[in-house]
């Protein structure tokens, strides 16, 4: 997988699984003040990415995510994505 499929991916799950609005998902948007995830949002998110990419999410990783483009991040060095 690249990053952008990733992303895409990522993207994808927070609008179906969320219901966040496709427009407001840039890279920076910070996914707990600008899309409302709370903690237990943010678990459901890292259980729906195991499932997307088959690793186990070692949950500490996600501690400091607050962007898509950190949740991207994250899963590409998860995987060993491709630029």
Same mark, same amino acid.
């Given at each position: 997988?690249?990053? &952008? ?7 994808? $799950?927070?609008?179906?699984? #969320?219901? !966040?609005?496709? !427009?407001?998902?840039?890279?920076? =948007?910070? %996914? #707990? ?9 943010? $678990?459901?998110?890292?259980?729906? %990415?195991? &499932?997307? =990419? ?9 501690? &400091? ?6 949740? =991207?991040? !994250?899963?590409?060095? %998860?995987?060993? !994505?491709?630029?």
């Amino acid at each position: 997988m690249t990053k &952008q499929e990733i992303e895409n991916t990522i993207r994808d $799950i927070l609008v179906a699984d #969320f219901e !966040a609005d496709p !427009a407001k998902l840039k890279p920076d =948007t910070n %996914l #707990f003040t600008e899309l409302d995830l709370d903690s237990i949002d943010a $678990i459901d998110l890292v259980v729906r %990415l195991q &499932q997307e =990419t088959g690793k186990k999410v070692d949950p500490e990783d996600f501690r &400091q995510i607050r962007t898509l483009k950190d949740v =991207t991040e !994250a899963v590409a060095k %998860l995987v060993g !994505a491709a630029e």
